[in-house]
């Protein structure tokens, strides 16, 4: 039996303070009525008795003309004209809402896009066909407001609902992104021809050498994030793999191919997709007891999830979204789901690389050292995994095993399909920006000014290439000098006017 009223005055909801008292309507407010087992939106929907409308972080603050009437029907039309959809709160309450419902609403008002929209995603979510004839007057409208998301650019006709089916991705694994003030101005910040700008016109052999700078610093980086410290070998060899990013299409072998890469030595660690629960977070100090920040997804369901996710990334190649939300919605969907026991967080982040390269984002020959940013942005990018998984885990039901891991009650596939990735887009963004703005450029520079100190000891004192990295490290740990142990062994045979002249011309290429 559902509630009879939805709407209600709200000063304070679920920890957020409201801008001003108001009507909750919208998502919120059928969340809310309705108990759905779903995280609130991002912004709440609020009306104000002020008579004015504005955005501030969390909330949406509409004018009286906006309010709903207060139905559950009314709710829903309110909630995808000014909030987008929300595929998990559709997929949720679909599982309590009886067919007929939804029936008499498109029987109501067959016309209406809402309507079609809500009847479309019925069909779409469950693979349940309704009691409905199809529609065969109207135009076409698209499922995604791109007023409100980012939608595929290249819709596919649904003659059924006559709709234009824009979403960016498949049944099986969906993430949205809300338009926001900071992507519309990366977007149109043009990225991906700035860093053709960057790279245009280097010598082949410096545009060598900064690739495969980069791809080290990534690869140690990414080794960073998780904790360890490998041998210079398994950097180098990881490193590798990430410079064939883009060159082989998603596929769950080449997934399992990337993990072992990672791995190495698998005596200790199972590979290929769980087969148990997995969680990330700490044990009790005392019992063992698991302690989740974050709770992968049931491994009955990965097969499930895994194709659903590589089902999408294949249709992305193709419908014209943006590549960073592409990377965004698949790297950070991969990481959620956590499938293997370990390797995850590297396979997500070379993820990262291979969808821009495949996108045609990434110039040819070049990998973003999208890791080193992460590493520079460690608590944001901390903020963007837990923002989602604290968000969930009060849904996802589990109870401890005897060998202090965890085991998923029930389906939570859901949460893993369709969640919001708008701030995972944003960091990612800010990853990309950063990158492209300061660390290519500076090693570009570095390597240029290398190059110049290194032409002109050549021709002073005809050193061999091995004793000018020597030299060059030396200056560059002892702020511009030669040290005294360094004079008197590795660069004895300098005199001291020959070593003040070095410094000299360190100081003009690499300190002014």
Not at 100 to 105: K, L, Q, R
Not at 368 to 392: K, M, T
Request: hydrophobic share 45%; glycine share 6%.
């Amino acid at each position: 039996m559902f509630p009879t009223s939805f709407s209600r005055t709200v000063t304070v909801f679920h920890g957020r303070t409201a801008p001003e008292p108001g009507v909750l309507v919208g998502y919120g407010a059928v969340i809310e009525a309705l108990q759905l087992a779903v995280p609130m939106p991002r912004d709440l929907a609020l009306i104000s008795a002020k008579r004015r409308q504005y955005h501030v972080a969390g909330w949406r603050v509409f004018t009286p003309r906006h309010a709903p009437a207060d139905t559950l029907w009314a709710h829903l039309v309110f909630a995808l004209k000014y909030e987008g959809l929300d595929l998990l709160f559709f997929n949720q309450l679909f599982a309590q809402l009886p067919a007929p419902t939804v029936e008499e609403w498109v029987r109501h008002a067959p016309q209406s896009r809402y309507a079609r929209t809500v009847w479309f995603l019925y069909e779409w979510l469950l693979a349940r066909r309704l009691d409905l004839p199809d529609l065969l007057q109207g135009n076409y409208v698209p499922v995604v407001d791109e007023h409100l998301q980012y939608a595929a650019a290249t819709g596919v006709s649904v003659p059924r609902q006559r709709l234009r089916n824009n979403l960016p991705g498949v049944a099986g694994f969906c993430p949205l992104v809300h338009k926001s003030a900071k992507l519309e101005q990366y977007l149109a910040r043009d990225l991906a021809g700035r860093a053709a700008h960057v790279l245009r016109g280097l010598h082949a052999d410096v545009l060598v050498r900064t690739s495969a700078f980069l791809l080290l610093k990534d690869s140690k980086a990414s080794f960073t994030i998780e904790g360890e410290q490998p041998a210079p070998i398994r950097a180098l060899r990881w490193g590798r793999a990430i410079g064939q990013a883009g060159q082989h299409p998603l596929s769950h072998e080449e997934l399992l191919r990337l993990q072992q890469l990672v791995i190495e030595n698998s005596r200790f660690v199972r590979l290929g997709y769980r087969t148990e629960g997995g969680f990330v977070g700490e044990h009790d100090r005392q019992t063992g007891d698991p302690i989740p920040d974050h709770v992968s997804a049931r491994w009955q369901d990965l097969e499930s999830l895994m194709g659903g996710l590589l089902a999408a990334a294949a249709h992305l190649e193709t419908a014209g979204y943006p590549p960073v939300l592409t990377a965004a919605a698949l790297a950070f969907g991969f990481v959620f789901i956590h499938p293997f026991v370990d390797g995850n967080g590297r396979v997500h982040r070379y993820l990262i690389h291979h969808l821009l390269a495949r996108q045609g984002f990434t110039p040819p020959g070049i990998i973003f050292p999208v890791s080193a940013a992460i590493l520079a942005h460690r608590p944001a990018y901390r903020q963007v995994l837990e923002g989602y998984s604290h968000a969930v885990l009060e849904f996802i039901p589990w109870q401890k095993t005897a060998d202090h891991n965890v085991e998923v009650l029930t389906d939570t596939s859901a949460y893993y399909r369709y969640f919001d990735a708008t701030a995972q887009a944003e960091f990612l963004f800010d990853c990309v920006a950063y990158t492209l703005e300061k660390t290519i450029p500076q090693e570009v520079a570095y390597l240029q000014r290398y190059d110049a100190l290194k032409a002109w000891l050549d021709e002073r004192f005809q050193m061999p290439d091995k004793l000018v990295a020597v030299l060059i490290r030396f200056l560059e740990q002892n702020q511009g000098l030669l040290s005294k142990r360094a004079r008197e062994k590795e660069f004895a045979l300098l005199t001291p006017e020959e070593a003040e002249q070095i410094q000299q011309q360190y100081a003009l290429h690499f300190l002014e």
